[in-house]
């Protein structure tokens, strides 16, 4: 689960790790309100998504920068008003953007030098790691592969944690003077902190950055929580922000359906992640472009299959559809009966191709072929697909 | 022979008397695997009844491995409790946990990996279908199933076969028993970010099997373990491979169900991972329909036969 900067530095407040001060407003009528909390002078105004590459974004009105620096509060308001309620298009957002209903006001710190910092798990050594490089406000993946030897890590281990001198290889890696490392390492060690007790998958601040007066702060913050483990922090659920989600995978999820969608016309209902996924390789294979990602689980109810269909249904670019079930435990017929009644009741019109395999396969194709149903049958994964993009194309 | 498990193998069922525990540990009993003894605290002296079947129930894994003996247990225990229940199982002595919990925070397995290291316990999973070493009887009843694999799709055979993903591992074994090859063990190693066992761990263990002739790898995009393992099958593996990367279409950084299918980097995608395939002399399944051809013609090639 995501959420916004002006909520990951409220939690980095609360651990202790130094952020500009600031304060958000969801409504051009709480700018002045939130404007009186900072220092007349250099303010600089966020537009608050959950997407990055804000900076460099436009507005669909044409107003160019979803980040802003302004020398005074008055210019602050202005910049604001443009951002509220407009639709920001970054590289991460596609071409349809993300509308701004959070701007937050920050002072604008006088910068030395600008560092990169992450903490997050590193897979191939099953603990968090945090990395730091002295490249900060880059794209971190470019510095990794152009120049490595500027990117430091520590592995932290879980049953020790993070030890002092992980943390002083760090700021030694840095370069930072004794003053700043002093404030760089306690600024890492509550970073850690946070991200071990709020059961964070990521937390990235791009650019973490010292001051003229030899502070350190996190200028930006990206802050993203393990799913799995919301149900133990009642706190952090609370700050999911449902406006920057995609409204067909909210009603997905209330099905306990995954579903992503993507830009294809062919619609997929899968059992199985691993099986969902390969399903959307091999349309593409066979020629096709899939129109999402949906797996309705291991199980698959009726309940299940017709609120499948109806979010399929929902995406109006979709001119076919492929069900492609493994049923392994679960009964083929009842799966069968279960498309024929979703069928009917969403009056299906479009091109339907149905793979069935497994446990009483033979009774489900025949309820299949009884429904008095254009459903089209396929034997094999690569039969049905090439089915289905025949009968789309 | 097969890997880890044997028709011989007892088990112990962690999560018993939850739904999802009792429904599955029912179909491995008629699998005809032996399913002894059923763990749920606070549920000690009760019995799991199913058919001919009374399955006593202890409060605690070590309870349930001194009355029975067995060394192999399967955790159906809810996520937030599933840690606790794995490293409970280790501190029993088991010799492998197989773990089917989805849903298991990735701070909880950070600590159980930790709490394990050095230990002889093996854990398969967590968020995986579990394991099957199929037996000698009609659609291979007779066999050793752990976890919620349909056990009645295996055959008893020599080809060896490892996956993240639950549907994709049926779909891989379907192909191969349509075509009477047989399968060895059929390992589900999960889809989580830490897991217990790699794909490089099952890997060698194919590797030693005499019984094993051929292995199907089955890998999605995210993380480089299909890489380090197929670096070490052009090393060390002279039995024919065919492998199979399920995401080539998946957008970089969504997660897509396993929480390890999503890519980050630019040596975790589908494309870098089949031309690590094609360079470790691995056939590579072109498609998911081409799994068990793919293994046939690697077979084939180097004049294996696998039936």
Known sequence: M???????????????????????????????????????????????????????????????????????????????????????????????????????????????????????????????????????GMEIEKVAHETPEKIFKVYVDPAYGLADFQVRQLTSGLGLSPAEAKGAAKLIRNLYTMYWETDAAMIEVNPLITTPTGDVLALDAKVSFDSNALFRHP???????????????????????????????????????????????????????????LDVGGGASKEQVIAAFKIILGDTNVKGIFVNIFGGIMDCNVIANGIVEAVKEVGLTLPLVVRLEGNNVAAGKTTLAQSGLTIVSGDTMADAAQKIVKLVA | MAILITPESKIIVQGITGDFGGRHAKLSLDYGTQVVAGVTPGKGGQFFEYKEHRVPIYNSVHEAV???????????????????????????????????????????????????????????????PGLVSPGSGPQSHGGCRIGIAPGYIHRKGHVGVVSRSGTLTYEAVFQLTSKNIGQSTCVGIGGDPV???????????????PETHGIVLIGEIG???????????????????????????????????????????TEDTAAAKIAVFRECGIEVAETPSDMADALLRAAKAKGVTLT
């Open chain 2, 66 to 128: 001194a009355a029975t003996g067995a060394k192999v247990s399967v955790v159906f225990v809810p996520p937030p409790f599933a840690a606790d229940a794995i490293v409970e199982g280790v501190d029993a002595g088991l010799e492998l946990i197989v773990t089917i919990t989805e849903g298991i925070p990735v701070r909880d397995m950070v600590r159980v990996k930790r709490a394990i290291a050095g230990r002889s316990t093996r854990l398969v999973g967590p968020n995986c």
């Open chain 1, 235 to 293: 706190e952090i659920t609370a700050l999911r922000d449902l406006n920057e989600e995609d409204s067909k995978e909210i009603e997905a999820s209330k099905f306990n359906l995954s579903y992503i969608a993507l830009d294809g016309n062919i619609a997929c209902l899968v059992n199985g992640a691993g099986l969902a996924m390969s399903t959307m390789d091999i349309i593409k294979h066979y020629g096709g472009n899939p129109a999402n990602f």
């Open chain 1, 2 to 136: 995501n959420i916004h900067e002006y909520q990951a530095k409220a939690l980095f407040e609360k651990f202790g790790v130094p952020v500009p001060k600031g304060a958000a407003a969801k409504a051009a009528s709480e700018f002045d309100s939130a404007l009186a909390l900072l220092p007349e002078g250099p303010t600089m105004v966020k537009s608050q998504i959950h997407a990055g590459g804000r900076g460099k974004g436009t507005f669909t009105d044409g107003f160019k920068g979803g980040v802003k620096f302004c020398k005074t509060k008055a210019d602050a308001k202005e910049m604001a008003g443009k951002m509220i309620n407009n639709t920001l298009v970054t590289v991460q957002t596609g071409p349809a953007g993300r509308k701004v209903q959070t701007v937050y006001f920050t002072v604008a710190s006088d910068i030395k030098k600008e560092y990169y910092l992450a903490i997050l798990l590193d897979r191939a050594t099953s603990r968090p790691v945090i990395v730091a490089s002295t490249e900060g």
């Open chain 2, 223 to 265: 993380g480089t373990a299909e890489v380090e393992a197929a670096r070490w099958i052009r090393d060390n593996v002279k039995k024919p491979v065919a492998g199979f990367i399920a995401g080539a279409t998946a957008p970089a950084g969504r997660r897509m169900g396993h929480a390890g299918a999503i890519v980050g980097g």
């Open chain 2, 195 to 209: 897991n217990g066992t790699s794909h490089l761990d099952v890997i060698k263990m194919f590797n030693d099997d």
